[in-house]
């Protein structure tokens, strides 16, 4: 082996052992890893599901009655698309400041506890306003995405990843696999990002 690829080969294997350390997903935004299933059909175990849990699929994610997007995490961690969906945005805009898999850092609170009590609307208000509290003269800012729409066009995906997370019905890293993204949430998605 030449230097220079001796050199790589180091690098290929440190990276991946980061990546491996926080489970952390590097995903292009539209490309689904090869790992990730499709749905598989029928019947489709996601679906199924929400039926069973009650929810109506409505504007591209299964809602509750009040209307708010519920996360739909079968037994062998199959997710509904917005969860999938959330768990990559997630990793790409919050995860540098929340930690990894919503379990918060020293300077950012752990998600996944967050809503445990946070209600929908609140959590909705606060991402698009922002917050800043000083504790002891030290300034903890969150920042307002309220503008930003990368961010409020899929904040509900980012719910109802953040939520799964916080029922405690899907574990850190990686969902198993997926739902398609339906018709109605690529709509949506086009509709909101213009
Ligand atoms: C630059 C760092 C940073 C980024 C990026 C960031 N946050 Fe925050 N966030 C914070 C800090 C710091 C706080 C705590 C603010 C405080 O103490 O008032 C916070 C608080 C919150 C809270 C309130 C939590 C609670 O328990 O009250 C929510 C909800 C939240 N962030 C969601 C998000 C989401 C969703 C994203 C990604 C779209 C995100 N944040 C990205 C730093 C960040």
């Given at each position: 082996m030449?230097k220079?690829?001796?050199?790589?080969?180091?690098?290929?294997?440190s990276?991946?052992?980061?990546?491996?350390?926080?489970s952390?997903?590097?995903?292009?935004?539209?490309?689904?890893?090869?790992?990730?299933k499709?749905?598989t059909?029928?019947?489709?175990p996601v679906?199924?599901?929400?039926?069973?849990?009650g929810y109506k699929?409505?504007?591209?994610?299964?809602r509750?009655k009040?209307?708010?997007p519920q996360?739909?995490?079968?037994?062998?961690?199959?997710?509904?698309?917005g969860?999938?969906?959330?768990?990559?945005?997630?990793h790409?805009?919050?995860h540098?400041?929340h930690?990894?898999?919503?379990?918060?850092s020293?300077?950012?609170?752990?998600?996944a506890d967050?809503?445990?009590t946070?209600?929908y609307?609140?959590?909705?208000?606060?991402?698009?306003?922002?917050r800043?509290?000083?504790?002891?003269g030290?300034?903890?800012?969150?920042?307002s995405?309220?503008?930003?729409?990368?961010?409020?066009c899929?904040?509900?995906?980012?719910?109802?990843?953040?939520?799964?997370?916080?029922?405690?019905?899907?574990?850190?890293?990686?969902p198993?696999?997926?739902?398609?993204?339906?018709?109605a949430?690529k709509?949506?998605?086009?509709?909101?990002t213009?």
């Open positions: 030449d220079f690829s001796k050199k790589l080969a180091v690098a290929v294997m990276c991946a052992a980061v990546v491996t350390a926080f952390v997903p590097v995903i292009a935004d539209d490309a689904a890893p090869a790992d990730i499709d749905r059909s029928p019947p489709d679906s199924e599901l929400a039926k069973q849990q699929f409505e504007d591209g994610r299964y509750n009040d209307g708010e996360p739909v995490v079968t037994k062998d961690y199959m997710v509904d698309w969860t999938w969906n959330g768990f990559r945005r997630y790409d805009a919050c540098v400041c930690g990894p898999n919503a379990l918060g020293t300077f950012a609170p752990a998600l967050s809503l445990k946070m209600d609307s609140t959590f909705v208000a606060t991402v698009s306003g922002g800043k509290t000083n504790r002891g030290t300034m903890f800012v969150m920042p995405f309220g503008e930003d729409r990368n961010i409020m899929y904040l509900d995906d980012i719910y109802t990843y953040i939520k799964a997370r916080s029922l405690g019905i899907m574990p850190p890293g990686r198993a696999g997926r739902e398609d993204i339906s018709d949430a709509k949506a998605a086009d509709e909101c213009g």
